[in-house]
């Protein structure tokens, strides 16, 4: 009897997270799905000025697409189990991880590119068109690589439920120990270390700097980087909990992945913002050029 109410209690927990987690993902779709492609049409009309940051931010808005178009997909799944078969599970989960690597390079380069651009302006003006395509090929080539692994170790099996999941399956503690080990470094640890020092040293000189202190682009890229840790944080203590127990939670691995999704959501309004700066930054560098021309005249 006591067994019967504990499995019926477990039952209606896990119901109830499915439940919050299916109407979360729902929002995020419902909401980033219509604003990054705002955000693409958008940005496509800087894509033939020399700024970089618009092609950055039209990398990220690509990856965030990529990744909220399939959650239908995922949605379906948590509700009612994984019919697609073995394939499509693979396909969806490299997509996902493609998006997932992609998005971080993008603002990793994003705050390498603002640093370079404010404190070596010369030296990043000699990467020329040329140099800012590769880095863009750079990154989705580098991502897609770093995602590879999505198409060896996501598997279709039962989870506790009795519903057939596409879940991360490992053969072994070594094999899940090392791609966790890999997730935290490449997503995380790294990407956060070369934030922080960027933004350190960009910190130093704007505050030694007047010009700089109204720089709205510098200011802009800050926010991205800040989302970015309050997203991904709960991601990198999860990882480190399922390095140091053998067992998963579903719920936290639930939790940890509706965040990025939401991540994805909320980057078009830093888009948007990022695009009216540009377009004020342009206006008001026209104005001065014909308050000059007329004053000379």
Same mark, same amino acid.
């Given at each position: 009897?006591?067994?019967?109410?504990?499995?019926?209690?477990?039952?209606?927990?896990?119901?109830?997270?499915?439940?919050?987690?299916?109407?979360?993902? +729902?929002?995020?779709?419902?909401?980033?799905?219509? +604003?990054?492609?705002?955000? %693409?049409?958008?940005?496509?009309?800087?894509?033939? $000025?020399?700024?970089?940051?618009?092609? %950055?931010?039209?990398?990220?808005?690509?990856?965030?697409?990529?990744?909220?178009i399939t959650l239908p997909? /995922?949605?379906?799944?948590?509700?009612?189990? /994984?019919?697609?078969?073995?394939?499509?599970?693979?396909?969806?989960?490299?997509?996902?991880? /493609?998006?997932?690597?992609?998005?971080?390079?993008?603002?990793?380069? %994003?705050?390498?590119?603002? &640093?370079?651009?404010?404190? &070596?302006?010369?030296?990043?003006?000699? *990467?020329?068109?040329?140099? #800012?395509?590769?880095?863009?090929?750079?990154?989705?080539?580098?991502?897609?690589?770093?995602?590879?692994?999505?198409?060896?170790?996501? !598997?279709?099996?039962? !989870?506790?439920?009795?519903?057939? #999941?596409?879940?991360?399956? &490992?053969?072994?503690? #070594? $094999?899940?120990?090392?791609?966790?080990?890999? $997730?935290?470094?490449?997503?995380?640890?790294?990407p956060l270390f070369s934030? %922080?020092?960027? &933004?350190?040293?960009?910190?130093?000189?704007?505050?030694?700097?007047?010009?700089?202190?109204?720089?709205?682009?510098?200011?802009?890229?800050?926010?991205?980087?800040?989302?970015?840790?309050?997203?991904?944080?709960?991601?990198?203590?999860?990882?480190?909990? *399922?390095?140091?127990?053998?067992?998963?939670?579903?719920?936290g691995n639930s939790i940890?992945?509706?965040?990025?999704?939401?991540?994805?959501?909320? !980057?078009?309004?830093?888009?948007?913002?990022?695009?009216?700066?540009?377009?004020?930054?342009?206006? #008001?560098?026209?104005?001065?050029?014909?308050?000059?021309?007329?004053?000379?005249?």
């Open positions: 009897m006591d067994q019967n109410i504990s499995d019926n209690s477990s039952f209606a927990r896990t119901s109830v997270d499915e439940l919050v987690s299916s109407t979360v993902l +729902g929002l995020c779709c419902a909401l980033g799905v219509p +604003g990054n492609i705002a955000v %693409l049409v958008m940005l496509t009309q800087h894509l033939k $000025e020399d700024s970089f940051t618009p092609k %950055l931010m039209l990398s990220l808005a690509i990856s965030d697409l990529l990744s909220l997909v /995922w949605i379906y799944a948590l509700l009612n189990g /994984w019919v697609f078969g073995q394939g499509l599970c693979k396909l969806f989960s490299y997509v996902v991880y /493609w998006s997932l690597y992609s998005s971080v390079l993008s603002v990793t380069l %994003l705050s390498m590119q603002r &640093y370079l651009q404010v404190l &070596y302006p010369q030296r990043w003006s000699k *990467l020329g068109r040329k140099g #800012q395509k590769g880095l863009i090929f750079g990154i989705w080539t580098s991502s897609g690589a770093l995602a590879s692994y999505a198409l060896y170790y996501r !598997n279709v099996k039962r !989870n506790k439920n009795g519903l057939q #999941q596409c879940f991360q399956d &490992y053969r072994n503690d #070594q $094999e899940k120990l090392v791609v966790l080990l890999i $997730e935290t470094l490449v997503m995380f640890v790294v934030m %922080l020092c960027f &933004y350190f040293r960009l910190h130093q000189r704007i505050s030694q700097s007047a010009s700089f202190r109204s720089h709205r682009l510098t200011k802009l890229a800050v926010r991205i980087v800040v989302t970015f840790f309050i997203f991904s944080t709960p991601c990198f203590i999860n990882n480190l909990i *399922l390095m140091a127990v053998p067992w998963e939670s579903d719920v940890t992945g509706a965040l990025f999704f939401i991540n994805s959501c909320v !980057n078009p309004f830093l888009y948007a913002f990022s695009a009216r700066a540009l377009r004020r930054k342009r206006k #008001q560098h026209s104005d001065q050029l014909q308050q000059y021309q007329d004053e000379t005249e």
